[in-house]
């Protein structure tokens, strides 16, 4: 008999319900929230109140598009933190609800797993997955980790940001280029026709293969500053190319510790996830540093480096198998570690 896992994720901003079936996905719907763009970030309230509009239909879009009834699934997957708290109880109580409607077993996921996972769903049946163990560069609006994958259970932090996450770098930097939230798609677009010599931001110096991004943001700021001090367009006037600098700072930083977490552990396959792989420049920098590195590369299709409920179902689908079941009475946690 197969096993039909429904994911469910809502940490954020993102309501996403999906289908998979013995690692095979089914179906990936996902419902973004348009309200928080007129507020410069995701506001928490707003989060939870449209998750609760979102949720029902979102659910049944993902049975509807696997093809399956609420009655075939084997079990429900859900994201229990970290997140929003808010966010987190609308998934986790409609989660709930429905395994205890169906009465069949609940599947807590951590998201971060959930990222890291993600390499591992399948859209047909010949794809082909990552070989444990293998380094996983995690990088979103709230982690910038390098994280040794040695089974889906078994997940080590061999560094990660002490301050600021790689997303929150793009982010702010942007906004305080004047664009919108969030700023990074903006970057990448504008980098694209952009001289990324053209402008220099500080590095870290930080021991071992741990990040730091708060010291370009600063570095970043004053340059703007001091530069509009003298040209008061000076950002309108060079958007391409300061998007581009930054941009190449920022991958910069992230691949001077990859390259030793990789050599160090020896690995031969290395991954990339979170909403920052999305990110062109970067996906193309590790795609070369594998190549040069004689390592096989593992970038995520774009519609996976976002939140979304298949990785939740993919990484319940590995608990589930091993008959790890989540507790009717747990409440989701804002923050975790992997
Ligand atoms: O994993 P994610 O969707 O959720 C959070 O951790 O919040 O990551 C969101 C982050 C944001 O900081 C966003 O600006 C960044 O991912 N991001 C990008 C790109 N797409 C999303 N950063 C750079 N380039 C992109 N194309």
Known sequence: MSDLILGIESSCDDTSAAVIRDGLLLSNVIASQKVHEAYGGVVPELASRVHQQNIVPVVSEALRQAGVGKEDLSAIAYTRGPGLLGSLHVGTSFAKGMAIGLDIPLVDVNHLHGHVLSHFIREKEDDEVPEFPFICLLVSGGNSQIVLVKSPFDMEILGQTIDDA?????????????????????????????????????????????????????????TLRDAVREDPQFVENNMADLAASLQHTIIEILLDKLRPAVRQTGVRHVAIGGGVSANSGFRKAVADFCDEAGVRAWIPARKFTTDNAAMVAMAGYFKFKRKEFGDLGSAPFARVSI
């Open 166 to 222: 790689a997303g929150e770098a793009f982010d702010k930097c942007a906004k305080v280029m004047g664009l919108p939230y969030p700023g990074g798609p903006h970057i990448d677009r504008l980098a694209e026709s952009g001289d990324q010599t053209r402008f220099r931001f500080s590095k870290p110096h930080i021991a071992g293969l741990d990040y730091s991004f708060s010291g370009l943001k600063t570095s970043f700021l004053y």
